[in-house]
């Protein structure tokens, strides 16, 4: 599991006219030569200029991740990336560098950087398919913004939809054309289980067209869509897993930082513009094993519960994957998971981590392994009930199932973040709903 790559082509921005004119496929040989002599100066130029809040991933960084995966996750049986594959202010970043492209161009430089980042990772695992979500910076019109049935997602739908079986091919490039999604049967030894792809930046309360208007009807098109593959994969007793990119329920670490004052009726910090996605998957703990999301570049963890369930093994369990960018001062990693392909339940999985930010002299090292960091017998909801159970009774955060979660949920450990709110970060983990949050958080 990989997530949040923010793959910068303007590292060196003297190269950026080398990249728009070449294909993606010599991309390599133009990166990994001798980098400009005014690279640094230039790039610093170039991120002031786009008011960048810090570095994504650049190339160095990036063919060391790579080296990463072929020296620890060797012998993959598939690959989920959960979106953001390229950097951020990306648009700006073209047109500063670009100030006299032609109509057309940004479009084709966006498709050839998901196109590079998508190849390199077939060639540090090959043989393994790869299965991508997109985020809400992978458009050709800036960043929180996309038009459903565009010409950007039926071409970029081509290549994340490349590994589908034949006989499912067709129908996961027409769904992806539409609005970002499609549907896959998750490869041998696994039985009868399929992943679920969701574009949910449609349902991001900061969603907009390529025009700049505000627009559901792409979000509402999405839940009929998961519903009606719940429903089947129900009737047909079969296991899914959901992949999307922006995660359901509160952000709660904005929430305290912003200052939200919930208890006096201000609404806490959402990722979504509704509770649809909660509500749409928490009822199907019985079909979704697993849930895949990430966008905080955060470790996290969390559980969905239908308001209606009586038995917590029903419940949903959703892994939030850690970034590869270090924009936030955090190390890369990847994480690698253990299955069970009857049953499709994560029991483990370890993240290997970065030594520096930069991917030059880097080492790459096991930071945790979930079962032994947790002492659960897997990422099962029932499990994850328990855990989240510890957590939440430990308000003090002295325990060292909550001293763990603290050191890994910033990888390079800050666990100073969430330290000084942990009842209310707690209250996040369980609770998808403003209400139920408000419930949890206003009794600290």
Same mark, same amino acid.
């Given at each position: ?11 060196? !921005? ?29 790039? %610093? ?18 063919? %060391? ?31 500063? #560098? ?11 430089? &966006? ?14 695992? !090959? ?5 991508? %979500? ?21 071409? @970029? ?8 079986? &034949? ?80 995660? !359901?329920? &509160? ?10 004052? $919930? ?6 910090? *959402? ?49 939030? #994957? !850690? ?10 990693? $990847? ?15 370890? &993240? $290997?981590?970065?030594?520096?930010? @930069? ?70 983990? $369980?609770? *998808? ?12």
């Amino acid at each position: 599991m990989i997530s949040d790559i923010h793959f910068e082509p303007f590292w060196d !921005p003297a190269k950026a006219a080398q990249l728009a004119s070449a294909p993606a496929s010599a991309w390599t040989a133009i990166l990994a030569s001798a980098p400009s002599p005014d690279r640094e100066a230039r790039f %610093s130029a170039l991120q002031q200029a786009c008011h960048a809040r810090g570095d994504d991933t650049s190339y160095p960084l990036f063919a %060391s991740s790579l080296g990463a995966m072929k020296a620890n996750a060797a012998g993959v049986r598939f690959v989920t990336v959960s979106g953001d594959l390229i950097s951020h202010s990306f648009d700006c970043k073209f047109k500063t #560098v670009f100030p006299n492209a032609r109509p057309g161009d940004y479009h084709a430089f &966006v498709e050839k950087t998901i196109e590079f980042v998508v190849s390199s990772l077939h060639g540090a695992l !090959p043989g393994a398919p790869v299965y991508a %979500s997109l985020g809400n910076n992978d458009s050709d019109c800036g960043d929180y913004q996309l038009d459903a049935n565009s010409p950007f997602l039926d071409e @970029t739908g081509k290549m994340l939809t490349a590994d589908v079986p &034949v006989s499912e091919s067709k129908q996961a490039r027409a769904d992806f054309a539409i609005g970002g999604n499609f549907s896959v049967t998750l490869p041998a030894p696994f039985e009868h289980t399929r992943l679920l792809v969701l574009d949910d930046l449609f349902m991001s309360r900061r969603y907009q067209t390529c025009a700049g208007k505000d627009d559901a009807s792409e979000a509402t098109r999405q839940i009929a869509w998961l519903r009606s593959q719940l429903d089947r994969a129900r009737q047909a007793k079969q296991k899914i897993w959901v992949m999307s990119h922006i995660p !359901p329920g &509160v952000d709660a670490y904005s929430t305290v930082t912003k200052g939200k004052n $919930i208890c006096a009726g201000q609404g806490p910090a *959402m990722f979504l513009s509704s509770d649809d996605l909660p509500n749409a998957l928490a009822p199907y703990g019985d079909v979704v094993s697993l849930a895949i999301f990430a966008h905080t570049h955060m470790d996290e963890m969390r559980l969905l519960i239908s308001g209606n369930i009586e038995h917590i093994e029903r419940a949903v369990p959703v892994k939030l #994957v !850690p970034s590869i960018s270090p924009i936030d001062g955090n190390n890369s990693s $990847i994480t690698i998971a253990q299955v069970d392909p009857r049953t499709a339940t994560l029991v483990d999985y370890r &993240v $290997i981590a970065a030594s520096n930010q @930069t991917g030059v002299d880097t080492k790459w090292s096991e930071e945790y392994d979930y079962a032994r960091a947790y002492h659960q017998p897997a990422f099962s909801a029932t499990a994850l009930a328990t855990l989240i159970g510890e957590l939440r009774a430990d308000t003090d955060a002295r325990s060292p199932a909550s001293q763990a979660y603290l050191r890994n949920y910033f990888v390079g450990n800050r666990s100073t973040e969430l330290a000084p709110f942990w009842p209310i970060a707690t209250c996040g983990l $369980i609770n *998808m709903t403003a209400g139920t949050f408000r419930t949890c958080a206003c009794t600290h």
